[in-house]
């Protein structure tokens, strides 16, 4: 029988060229380590701490290099074939598919966002009766409550008006913000309406969110609004279940008469004593709520900016799950993460592009992507725990039969008593059912897990993406979403689930390296810091710590560098990123390293040791000026000091050093500097744009004054210092 998907290496001859490079690289390391450890300088007093540190900071990139090659070495691709499932299910043969989409903030994700991702998940190519959409809304307010069910009125328009004119994509938001009018003339009219329905909509949910307020008339529209009644805030109250839409309701039909969706709106309980575990929390209780109300086979997960932009993706996904040969054994198809609002030249190095054409796919070829928390269809049972036998079979028709037992009430009755705080309490949800717990990292270690169980998982690429998500705008959001990444990947890796412990005898070593490459992240950044200051310090002050130009240990060093850099440049064109674009990533690259990677090793041990406590900070949708300005404000500003601290710092030794070597009359070349001049130099010329925000700019992007001013000091500080 035919194969519903194909696997496919990827690259072709960039893969031997990939190999070629990196053996080579490989060799060059070596040689510098080599280098490194027999010219180690005899006397204390000529640099030999500093030396040493070298050594070891190099030690670490040489291991780290090799850990990143489990995913680079072989990368593939999977194709599904939608013809044939179509060929072999019938309509109504298709199994039921449970949508579930997170939010928890009103500030940073407004409502009027997230109902455009909950109506494009809505309107998926699939029989309208088998997906039910899932709102869990951890802010568990009325306004979000309120924006759901005017959605649920405007589906009835906007689910016809999709599949008549097979429109993608189906986010009503980034449909209409993609022209001003439609593609074929003719249905101007009807695409006027439904547009001046969709924006009167937004603007009444807008509206309602600014004045944190529902119109008295409209809470009489549905029995939900009551729940809100005085005394209740989004850290303390009842657990609310609310039925919108109840596809089993012969009567919930849209304009034209087509059976709806099921929609639901899900707010768990919430009481200040008891902790709730984040967006882990939610799915667990999510998967729950969804068990008495529609409990189908397929659990499709999105944040709640994350719209679906192809309509095809259940079907997609289903050729993985559904396939006769390897469809038993795939327990996820998770999807890359694009983003819809990346300045073209990547400033702050958020372009997914390398990630999501690269790195998945390279993880996929090592044993199956990790799981990253959106965009990802899984099976429920294998969610819940299940671990794999041959022998297992699959009831695609679960969720499908027949009439519920319970009438709708009774239903969201059911379904509030599985959402309280104390539901969970003696159980294993968290641990060995549904989403764990107790990491900001919670889906790659849940999926982890669930490859330990014997599962596989797949990376759906296909040419139209997905899924469309928001990434962060700014310098600060990146940071810290950064951190949290960085400080949840370590702390996974230090923790029992360590992928070289957790993974040993279940995952293939290769497998258990890919995890590491993120799960390391986070102590790059104190080689990175050693490499960002020590050399330039040593060019001020006299202690040379490469070889010589006329020496032939310079030659690796040279190759090392420059082939890397110079690969991972094509890299990034091959992938549509600009030159510009690449280099932005790497100013960027080194200045996570130096700030969230930082601070997530530091609060890593802190949680270690038990000095603080696990956190979550939501990360904003939107780039309006006013939010982004006091979401700014809140982030640590330690984190630009130290930005800054290095940009000044490079070009004080730079200049400082430039001066001694000219002023006593040495040759650049034969002053055994040379590789010290060509790394500051370059590293303040990645820093222009930081000194342009320090000393030129005077918009928004200007440093505080005080950042300098500390930044100063710091720099004056680390000169005072004596290297050894
Ligand atoms: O207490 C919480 C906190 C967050 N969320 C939701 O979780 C999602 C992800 O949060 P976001 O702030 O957007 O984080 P990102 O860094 O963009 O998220 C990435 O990283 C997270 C892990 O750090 C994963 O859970 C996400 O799926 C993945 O997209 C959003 O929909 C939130 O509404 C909750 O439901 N409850
Ligand atoms: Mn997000």
Redesign the pocket.
């Known amino acids: 029988m035919e194969r519903m998907f194909a696997t496919e290496k990827l690259g072709g001859s960039s893969r031997s060229l990939y190999r070629f490079h990196a053996v080579t690289v490989l060799a060059g390391i070596c040689l510098v380590l080599g280098y490194r450890a027999t010219h180690v300088p005899a006397a204390p007093g000529e640099g030999r701490a500093a030396w040493l540190g070298m050594l070891a900071a190099q030690l670490w990139f040489g291991f780290y290099w090799v850990i990143t090659q489990s995913m680079r070495w072989c990368p593939i691709r999977r194709r599904a074939f939608k013809d044939r499932l179509a060929a072999r299910y019938r309509d109504e043969r298709l199994p039921c598919v449970d949508i579930f989409v997170?939010?928890?903030?009103l500030q940073s994700?407004p409502p009027s966002l997230v109902m455009a991702t909950v109506l494009s998940l809505m309107t998926y190519d699939y029989p309208p009766e088998k997906p039910n959409v899932y709102l869990?809304d951890?802010g568990g307010s009325i306004l979000t409550f309120y924006a759901l069910w005017e959605a649920s009125a405007f589906a009835k328009h906007w689910l016809p008006f999709c599949k008549r004119y097979s429109i993608e994509p189906r986010s009503p938001a980034a449909y209409f913000a993609e022209s001003d009018k439609p593609r074929d003339p003719s249905t101007l009219e009807e695409w006027s309406l439904v547009k001046g329905l969709y924006e009167e909509m937004t603007e009444r949910i807008d509206s309602a969110v600014q004045s944190a307020n529902v119109p008295e008339e409209i809470r009489t529209n549905h029995k939900g609004f009551s729940e809100w009644n005085a005394g209740i805030n989004s850290k303390d109250h009842q657990p609310i279940v609310q039925v919108l839409i109840d596809g089993k309701d012969r009567d919930a039909v849209d304009n034209e008469g087509n059976v709806l969706p099921t929609l639901v709106y899900v707010a768990r309980e919430k009481r200040p004593q008891y902790h709730?575990n984040?967006?882990a929390g939610?799915m667990n209780a999510l998967i729950r709520v969804s068990s008495v109300i529609s409990n189908s086979p397929i659990i499709l997960n999105v944040?709640?900016?994350m719209y679906s932009n192809n309509s095809d993706a259940i079907r997609d996904a289903l050729c993985f799950f559904l396939d006769e040969e390897m469809g038993h054994k795939i327990a996820f198809v998770q999807h890359p993460?694009y983003y819809n609002n990346i300045a073209k030249n990547n400033i702050y190095g958020n372009s997914p592009n390398v990630l999501s054409q690269v790195e998945l796919p390279g993880f996929d070829g090592a044993g199956g992507p990790l799981y990253?928390?959106?965009g990802c269809f899984h099976r429920r049972e294998i969610l819940c725990g299940r671990r794999f036998t041959n022998d297992y079979k699959e009831d695609w028709e679960r969720g499908m039969k027949g009439k519920r037992e319970l009438s709708i009430n009774q239903t969201e009755e059911k379904a509030r008593s599985l959402t309280t705080c104390t539901y969970e309490h003696n159980t294993q949800w968290g641990n060995e059912i549904g989403v764990k717990y107790g990491f900001?990292?919670?889906?790659v270690i849940t999926g982890l897990a669930i490859q330990c169980r014997g599962w596989k998982s797949v990376c759906n690429n296909p040419p139209r993406a997905a899924f469309m998500g928001v990434g962060p705008t700014t310098l600060a959001q990146t940071i810290l979403?950064h951190k949290?990444?960085s400080e949840?990947s370590f702390s996974i890796f230090l923790s029992k689930y360590c992928p070289f412990i957790f993974g040993n005898g279940s995952i293939s070593l290769q497998h258990q390296m890919a995890y590491s490459v993120y799960g390391l992240w986070a102590p790059n950044s104190l080689p990175t810091l050693y490499y960002v200051v020590i050399p330039s310090l040593g060019l001020l002050k006299d202690i040379p710590l490469f070889p010589e130009v006329t020496s032939p240990w310079i030659v690796p060093y040279i190759y090392v560098a420059a082939v890397k850099n110079i690969y991972s440049a094509y890299e990034a064109l091959l992938h549509g990123e600009t030159l510009r674009g690449w280099w932005n990533g790497q100013r960027m690259w080194m200045i996570r390293r130096i700030t969230s990677y930082l601070y997530g090793t530091i609060d890593t041990v802190r949680k270690l040791l038990g000095l603080s406590k696990m956190g979550?900070a939501?990360?904003p949708k939107v780039s309006d000026e006013d939010e982004s300005k006091r979401y700014e404000q809140g982030i640590v500003e330690s984190e630009y000091v130290i930005i800054a601290t290095v940009a000044l710092l490079n070009l004080v030794c730079l200049v400082g050093g430039l001066c001694k070597i000219l002023t006593s009359g040495e040759n650049m070349a034969s002053s055994g500097f040379f590789l010290q001049v060509v790394l500051c130099g370059l590293l303040v010329i990645i820093n222009i744009p930081v000194y342009e925000a320090m000393f030129i700019r005077k918009d928004r992007g200007s440093m505080p004054f005080s950042v300098t001013l500390v930044s100063i000091g710091f720099v004056m500080l680390a000169l005072s210092v004596p290297l050894f």
Do not use: L, M, N, Y
């Open positions: 997170c939010t928890a903030d994700e869990s951890d709730h984040f967006k939610a944040d709640c900016d993460q990253i928390g959106t900001p990292a919670e889906d979403q949290r990444w949840g979550f939501v990360s």
